[in-house]
């Protein structure tokens, strides 16, 4: 690959209808560069990322690109269901195939200056082994099974994705850019995909929810928020550590403020008038004992005016209040109480889940794992009342708070605060919302501020047991880590089902695999603290 290749973007602006997605975003990237683009969902990422692969045009603002050929995965393989497995191969190595003809062309026109220098770009392409590697990463990707005549509308969604992947990183651009490359990918396919991405000597921009990756494979970190950027250096690791020193820069500069407001105040009310004790006369000279007076008023005047213009200024000027550490509350007694909070026993939904004894302590800890389908999300339906099982029987013992996977809007003329059910200054503290949102409507919410409406009214609540179905989903990653912080403190009991790798690997509890047909995989699936 080459090493005067870069990715220039400067001041791009994007509208769609009235709604400003990106205002003045400017980045740029070098070879060698491996780019974690996070946000909230809605934020603006996958929208940057169309951007800097120019499948659409910014409205205002320049992008530069410099790359021996640029790869870009979108979330969907954007072919008809009547294309074929070869014509997806085909379309993501476009610029190999074209280069191919052109060489075919030059060679038999003789034009061997022009010869010269596509054989020096194929061979830049690796262009000579593009099919090989096509075949390589499709079974590494668990599709290799696939033959070239098969049809696209007999794929699976996952199996598309797959496709879209193997096809894109095979083709050896300079310039990748992924939107959303982990999804559908098992533990062996993801290990492959990071071993890929690490090796890649051109520049990667990804969109991902995927700390996992962020912290193996990428080397700078940009965040898109309010329709701007912010970058951070060092990788997920130095995401996380400036996200945390700004934290903790906002709480300092917040407290000097308080400090300043009450040292000000204290000194317009009571140390400004300390100018002179009260005295006797001297030598009986009156004259010049109430000109000292006047003059000691007069200070006080000059004291006072000065302190309140100081107070003027600084309430010109506040330091927003920083929100909460987010806190999950349970009864007093949680901790301490004795037996089981749920029960199942001969539960079964339809063939989607069927699980023989199930009881969850007081306290524990539970990790529900397993493929996609095999009915972990049926199962946290079920413990929290939202799905009756066709067979056996539920008990559940305390109060029950419930994240779902989905948000459901039952009323999507409710403002943000009456879904909420709390104070505004209670909402306020949390942090998840701006003041000015508290009057949306919920259904003109986006899917991010709709988790972080669900997540605010499970803040809002106290509960025995929670039972969050993929938690970290929608979710900023500076709030996730923020979830993971309050769940490490909550002494009630917590089911979890999640596919985040990071949650996972940093899981201090049981686990609870559920392979196909939904039982829980073991000699037993009867689980106990």
């Excluded at 062996?188 to 193996?216: K, N, S, Y």
């Excluded at 929290?384 to 029950?400: K, Q």
């Excluded at 979890?496 to 073991?522: F, I, K, N, T």
Aim: hydrophobic content about 40%; charged content about 25%.
């Amino acid at each position: 690959m080459s090493n005067v290749s870069y990715l220039h973007a400067r001041n791009l602006v994007k509208s769609y209808g009235e709604h400003r997605v990106l205002d003045g975003v400017s980045l740029s990237a070098s070879p060698g560069q491996r780019i974690g683009l996070v946000g909230e969902n809605g934020s603006g990422k996958s929208t940057l990322l169309r951007l800097l692969a120019q499948q659409e045009l910014p409205d205002d603002g320049e992008i530069t690109v410099v790359a021996q050929g640029v790869g870009y995965l979108a979330q969907v393989l954007d072919l008809p269901d009547d294309a074929t497995v070869g014509d997806a191969v085909d379309a993501a190595l476009v610029e190999i195939r074209l280069l191919e003809q052109q060489i075919a062309v030059a060679a038999e026109e003789q034009l061997l200056d022009e010869l010269g220098d596509l054989l020096t770009a194929f061979e830049l392409r690796d262009g000579y082994s593009a099919d090989a590697r096509v075949s390589s990463a499709m079974s590494a990707l668990g599709i290799g099974f696939l033959t070239r005549e098969r049809q696209l509308g007999t794929l699976s969604g996952g199996q598309r994705a797959r496709l879209a992947l193997a096809g894109v990183l095979s083709a050896e651009p300079e310039l990748l850019l992924l939107d959303e490359p982990t999804n559908h990918l098992d533990d062996q396919a993801l290990a492959w995909l990071e071993h890929r991405l690490r090796a890649h000597r051109g520049t990667l921009v990804v969109v991902t929810h995927d700390r996992l990756l962020l912290e193996r494979v990428t080397t700078a970190i940009i965040e898109v928020d309010e329709r701007k950027i912010t970058r951070y250096g060092n990788g997920y690791a130095g995401y996380v550590a400036e996200k945390k020193a700004a934290r903790q820069r906002w709480e300092q500069a917040y407290a000097e403020w308080v400090g300043e407001i009450g040292h000000w105040t204290e000194w317009r009310g009571t140390t400004a008038h300390r100018v002179a004790p009260g005295r006797p006369i001297p030598d009986h000279n009156k004259c010049k004992y109430n000109g000292d007076g006047r003059r000691v008023q007069a200070s006080i005047r000059t004291r006072v005016r000065s302190a309140s213009e100081r107070l003027e200024r600084l309430y010109a000027d506040p330091v927003p209040k920083p929100p909460e550490p987010l806190h999950l509350n349970a009864p007093l007694d949680a901790a301490v109480r004795e037996g089981a909070v749920l029960e199942l026993q001969e539960a079964r939904v339809d063939q989607r889940m069927c699980v023989d004894e199930l009881k969850v302590e007081a306290g524990q800890r539970l990790l529900v794992t397993g493929p996609n389908g095999v009915g972990k999300s049926t199962l946290l339906d079920v413990l929290a009342g939202v799905l009756e099982p066709d067979r056996g029987t539920v008990t559940r013992n305390g109060v029950v708070g419930y994240l779902p996977q989905e948000t459901v809007v039952a009323r999507p003329k409710q403002t943000v605060l009456a879904a909420f059910g709390g104070s505004a200054e209670k909402l306020a503290s949390l942090g998840l919302f701006r003041e000015s949102d508290f009057g949306k409507q919920v259904g003109a919410l986006s899917i991010g501020q709709r988790r972080r409406l669900a997540l605010a009214r499970l803040l809002n609540q106290e509960s025995d047991v929670l039972l969050l179905d993929e938690p970290t989903n929608h979710l900023s990653l500076a709030l996730v880590e923020e979830l993971e912080a309050a769940l490490a403190d909550y002494p009630g009991a917590v089911v979890v089902a999640s596919h985040d790798r990071l949650l996972r690997q940093r899981w201090r509890g049981e686990e609870l695999r559920m392979p196909a047909g939904g039982r829980p995989a073991g000699s037993s699936s009867r689980v106990k603290a």
